[in-house]
């Protein structure tokens, strides 16, 4: 196991469209995060899951967003309806359960292009 | 209203000297402070991080220094390498590490 691993890692789709995004968590990791990186921003929290439950959820996170984490293991995030303002990178992350601080790992990253 | 803050969007030093990167944070909920280091088109990486129960923390070139009372950290690397050049991001949680709060990050570039 490499990491952290997303798909895809590019999207270019219309507006008005809905878009997936997979996210596979180091093994054994049970903590999984979801973030968006707009260009010169940290990235802004949208999510956390505990194994298979979602713990956490931002504002940011309006009702055109899900995350899922079925089964505890990886993660999907989907935007409906999309909108420009919808484009930035989505970056997911994970970390142990223990010690309870402690860094998380992030994958590459989902670049979404909303034209 | 900003949480993490780091108030030098750029910083540019020399090859072979100190780069000192700086944050600030205003929650005083936060006991565990992360930097992380981010190239284009990459995730974030995971550089060094500092328990609130510590002032210091040192990994290599990579020093993280902890000044709880004022709510301010640093980040000294030394010596700078051109390899270093890339965004440094702060992060800061707390205690049940449900959610990473990042500052806006710090472009380092460092010169041969």
């Known amino acids: 196991d490499t990491g952290v691993s997303q798909d895809p890692r590019h999207k270019i789709t219309k507006r008005g469209q809905n878009v997936t995004f997979r996210c596979d968590p180091i093994?054994?990791?049970?903590?999984l995060y979801w973030y968006r990186q707009t260009l010169g921003q940290g990235p802004e929290f949208l999510t956390y899951?505990?194994?298979?439950?979602?713990?956490?959820k931002s504002r940011l996170l309006s009702d055109r967003f899900s995350a899922e984490r079925p089964k505890g293991s990886f993660s999907t995030l989907e935007i409906q309806r999309t909108e420009q303002g919808d484009s930035a990178m989505y970056l997911c992350?994970?970390?142990?359960?223990?010690?309870?601080?402690?860094?998380?790992?992030f994958g590459q990253g989902t670049r979404l292009t909303v034209v | 209203d900003q949480q993490v803050k780091q108030n030098s969007p750029s910083l540019s030093v020399q090859e072979g000297r100190i780069s000192i990167l700086n944050c600030d944070y205003t929650?005083?909920?936060?006991?565990?402070f992360l930097w992380y280091k981010k190239y284009p088109a990459e995730g974030p990486t995971f550089l060094i991080s500092i328990s609130s129960i510590k002032d210091k923390n040192e990994d290599g070139r990579f020093t993280v220094f902890l000044n709880k009372s004022a709510k301010h950290l640093s980040l000294h690397i030394v010596p700078s390498q051109p390899g270093d050049s890339a965004v440094y991001f702060c992060?800061?949680?707390?205690?049940?590490?449900?959610?990473?709060?990042f500052g806006p990050g710090t472009r380092l570039s460092v010169l041969p």
């Open positions: 899951f505990q194994n298979e439950a979602q713990l956490e």
């Open positions: 992350a994970s970390s142990p359960g223990q010690p309870m601080n402690t860094e998380a790992f």
């Open positions: 929650n005083s909920m936060f006991d565990y």
């Open positions: 992060a800061a949680t707390d205690n049940y590490g449900q959610n990473f709060v």
């Open positions: 093994s054994e990791h049970n903590r």
